[in-house]
């Protein structure tokens, strides 16, 4: 069995690999990085990387993989559309974590990149769509200099400024990291607040998919 990932970031490697360590020993994971496909979306709209995604996509299908994992928020829903086309299971990393806040109740979302915001969102709406829900309840809060500095490397500084964003939400059952790399964030925080992360529930999910 072998899983593919599609990121936009080298970052979200080793945080994989470890969590397939720990998780899902054994299991065979290749990893994609394109970081382009992020910066397109981020400045022209997901839409505008849809075709490049799904021949992605399907060079990773004709290359063996069982299942593929879009790592990508900004990215995801194109991802999963460009599943249709080539037989095997296509997963965007935040779904599974989307539907776990939609069950909470009020969700705010931390996001440091703007771009994320509204793929999150509407994933939620559909999430809680799905769930036979009224509606998300979802308030979005972009983190203010956070992608300055993930893009600079400055990772301790980019997670400590996500940690304390979510520290700084009030009237909320759940705080949702938008992105996979803010996940490390959960663990600085002193909220009394759930914070849901999505590398650990995405890959789960994924891993199940490839092994159907």
């Known amino acids: 069995m072998t899983?593919?990932?599609?990121?936009?970031?080298?970052?979200?490697?080793?945080?994989?690999?470890?969590?397939?360590?720990?998780?899902?020993?054994?299991?065979?994971?290749?990893?994609?990085?394109?970081?382009?496909?992020?910066?397109?979306?981020?400045?022209?709209?997901?839409?505008?990387?849809?075709?490049?995604?799904e021949a992605v996509v399907a060079d990773l299908v004709a290359e063996g993989a069982d299942a593929v994992l879009c790592?990508?928020?900004?990215?995801?829903?194109?991802?999963?559309?460009a599943g249709v086309a080539v037989g095997v299971p296509v997963l965007r990393v935040d779904r599974p974590m989307a539907a776990a806040a939609v069950r909470a109740g009020r969700?705010?979302?931390?996001?440091?990149l703007a771009s994320t915001l509204e793929p999150t969102r509407a994933l939620l709406t559909e999430e809680a769509a799905g769930a036979g829900l009224p509606g998300a309840d979802v308030r979005t809060v972009l983190?203010?200099?956070?992608?300055?500095?993930?893009?600079?490397?400055?990772?301790?500084?980019?997670?400590?400024?996500?940690?304390?964003?979510?520290?700084?939400?009030r009237d909320a059952d759940v705080i949702v990291l938008a992105q996979g790399s803010m996940a490390?964030?959960?663990?600085?925080?002193?909220?009394?607040?759930?914070?849901?992360?999505?590398?650990?529930?995405?890959?789960?999910a994924a891993v199940a998919a490839a092994g159907r």
């Open 107 to 112: 969700v705010t979302v931390l996001a440091a």
């Open 71 to 81: 790592t990508c928020s900004t990215i995801g829903a194109v991802a999963e559309a």
């Open 143 to 169: 983190v203010d200099g956070a992608w300055e500095r993930f893009t600079a490397g400055d990772n301790d500084g980019f997670l400590d400024l996500v940690a304390a964003s979510a520290d700084a939400v």
């Open 3 to 53: 899983l593919a990932l599609l990121h936009t970031s080298p970052v979200h490697v080793p945080v994989f690999d470890a969590l397939r360590d720990a998780d899902h020993p054994g299991t065979a994971l290749r990893h994609v990085v394109r970081e382009e496909l992020l910066t397109t979306a981020a400045a022209l709209g997901p839409e505008a990387v849809a075709d490049e995604v």
């Open 184 to 204: 490390g964030a959960a663990g600085r925080t002193t909220t009394g607040i759930p914070v849901l992360s999505s590398p650990r529930p995405g890959l789960a």
